[in-house]
């Protein structure tokens, strides 16, 4: 009598564990596929083609060049007791086939590329912003930055940053 009792619950037991198997397969089936297929399906969104009449052209070296004016930037330095900043007034040097969409981009951006300019400098100890390579960097800093957040299509239209006042005081 009880060999026929175990003989019944090994039954159920013996299918129950086969099906978790089965939907753990089909689980890791499911996951599998979604990580194969994520990757494809966000490609596939991101490549939207532009009409021939939008391609982008990147700017001829050898074209003028023209200067866009950028507001004046105050900034605490990072000193003990926020006795010393930098005041600086600067231009974007741009081509001049680019000075329209430029212009435009900056000025609907403009909060955007000064609150980072803010931050950033404010990180920033008189040292770091000594002499000529610290000034250099700043400014790669400051043209590598707005190329990414005004042009995300990899062509810079910002060919160089020029301070006409950079006090430190």
Same mark, same amino acid.
């Given at each position: 009598?009880? #060999?026929?009792?175990?003989?019944?619950?090994?039954?159920?037991?013996?299918?129950?564990?086969?099906?978790?198997?089965?939907?753990?397969?089909?689980?890791?089936?499911? #996951?599998?596929?979604?990580?194969?297929?994520?990757?494809?399906?966000?490609?596939?969104?991101?490549?939207?083609?532009?009409?021939?009449?939008?391609?982008?052209?990147?700017?001829?070296?050898?074209?003028?060049?023209?200067?866009?004016?950028?507001?004046?930037?105050?900034?605490?330095?990072?000193?003990?007791?926020?006795?010393?900043?930098?005041?600086?007034?600067?231009?974007?040097?741009?081509?001049?086939?680019?000075?329209?969409?430029?212009?435009?981009?900056?000025? #609907?951006?403009?909060?955007?590329?000064?609150?980072?300019?803010?931050?950033?400098?404010?990180?920033?100890?008189?040292?770091?912003?000594?002499?000529?390579?610290?000034?250099?960097?700043?400014?790669?800093?400051?043209?590598?930055?707005?190329?990414?957040?005004?042009?995300?299509?990899?062509?810079?239209?910002?060919?160089?940053?020029?301070?006409?006042?950079?006090?430190?005081?």
């Amino acid at each position: 009598m009880a #060999a026929e009792e175990n003989a019944e619950s090994d039954a159920p037991q013996a299918s129950g564990s086969k099906m978790g198997i089965v939907l753990w397969l089909v689980m890791i089936i499911v #996951a599998v596929g979604g990580g194969v297929a994520a990757p494809i399906v966000i490609g596939q969104m991101r490549s939207v083609e532009r009409p021939e009449d939008e391609a982008v052209v990147p700017p001829d070296p050898d074209e003028e060049v023209v200067f866009i004016e950028f507001d004046e930037v105050t900034v605490n330095l990072d000193e003990a007791r926020f006795s010393r900043y930098l005041r600086i007034n600067f231009s974007l040097q741009v081509a001049e086939s680019q000075q329209l969409e430029v212009t435009k981009k900056v000025d #609907a951006k403009k909060s955007i590329l000064k609150n980072w300019l803010q931050v950033h400098v404010a990180e920033k100890s008189t040292d770091d912003l000594r002499g000529k390579f610290g000034r250099n960097r700043l400014r790669r800093e400051m043209h590598d930055y707005f190329n990414k957040v005004l042009f995300n299509d990899g062509i810079e239209r910002i060919q160089d940053v020029l301070f006409s006042e950079f006090h430190v005081q």
